[in-house]
């Protein structure tokens, strides 16, 4: 029997949607499928994919308000961007943004998306973008970062680099962006690339908190401005850390002490200097004594020196009456890193810190460690570490020592466990330690370990709690981590 068809009233002829597919080599409705593409995801449906990208980035999970800034008070919630790869494709807001125009449209007309920015100097893409991409995040605080994607770029052309800064500085604006910024991060190849920080940034930054203003190769001291003049205002009332190369800090002290002084004292934390050369740049900004820094240290609680080429040592009279009134500085954490044995010596001495953290800083002439309570080795190789660490450890009276990386061996864990004399008489060498950290020292053997346990327990006492080991990454040991306690 012959189908019974629908015929169009109008034209007499089946309509295409119920004509019969006998292609497919049976009777039957066939409709061809709509060919679907990621630009057909509905709205709701995106909200919450670039949502869950967005809380992914941060430590603070975000509920249903979208804003995130309190008008009234000017302030952001309190959240942070979570650590990540700046040259990883799906960086946020980046990645998101970059996968289709309708994507693009959504997440550039949320402004919260666009409160951490970055401009690679090494891309014309980035720099070009720039304006468009600062303006995205109306007035809401920012996180601002200029850096390159490849570490090599600008590695033998300063020049170039230099000039697309001044460019860059031209476009993030002296009272407009700048003048948002909570972190405004400088990480580039030449310090001479870097703004002067006396000149340059000569508006006021009211939510500036972290400041970092850093080179990788001490090339001299920068400034992007025809600015010359200096001016004494206090410009980041709320800045808590400042990382600054060796140059600037150096020029700083030189020609506007009292400036810098009142910008480290509080509520800065953290004061990281970097990369000093006395000899580079057009003009050599010279020798310069470690001691005329020691004021500015003062109004810090935490510091941090790396790759500075100070001089230790008063050559006239005018110097070393400057050393002769040099107090010690009383700190809670110290880290050395990259530093000359007679540096690394005159700051161990002139120092009084809770903590204190040395990495890859030859030890031949500290007389003794400061730390009070904490003491980080780190990366120190090379032969006759050893003997010199039995010397300078057995009177230390600190309580928790972590040697990582160091070209150590058992007889430095003998000597841990083992008596020694002192001005109180006979006790435990390092005789307040009660944690010990070794983490990849291979040249340590398991049998020392485990005397060095049984000894500390058996003379300090049956406290399970005296006396602990971790050990990490050590040939001998099958376990990734082995803890002794009251072995």
Known sequence: MARAQALDPLSGKEPKLMQTNFAVGHNQWYRKPATRTIEDLPFELLVLIFKFAFSNSIFRQFDN?????????????PFEYSDVDIRSPSLFPYGLASVCRKWSKLMRSVPLFWTRIFVFIDE?????????????SKQLPIKLTMTRRRRSAFNNDPSTERSIMEAVMKIIGPHTHIARCTRLTFDLTHTSSLPR????????APILRILIMRGALASGLGGLSSNTEIKLGNHFPQLEELHIDGHNFVDSIKNAPHRLA???SEPVQLLRVENYDPAAGIVPQGRFLVFDAFPIFEGVANLELDSLAFDHAPRSRAEMLRVAGTQILDLEFICLIRLSSPLTATLARMVSPESMHIVSCPLHNVLAFPARRKLKLENILYAGLAP????LLAPWRGTSLTLKLC???DTVL????????SVLGLEMNVPCLRKLRLRYCPTISTVVVAYLGVS????????????????????????RKVKFSRI
């Open 65 to 77: 308000d979208w804003d995130g800034f309190d008008a009234k008070k000017g302030t952001m919630w």
């Open 414 to 421: 003998v000597m841990i466990g083992s008596l020694g004399g």
């Open 197 to 204: 920080l006396l000149t340059d940034f000569d508006y006021p």
């Open 124 to 136: 014309l893409f980035s720099v070009q973008h720039a304006p468009a991409d600062l303006k995205l």
């Open 262 to 264: 009142k910008l480290v």
């Open 388 to 391: 010199q660490l039995r010397k």
């Open 456 to 479: 500390r327990e058996f003379q300090i006492g049956q406290n399970p709690n005296t006396f602990s080991i971790l050990i990490q990454g050590c040939a001998g040991f099958l376990k």
């Open 407 to 409: 070209s150590i061996d």
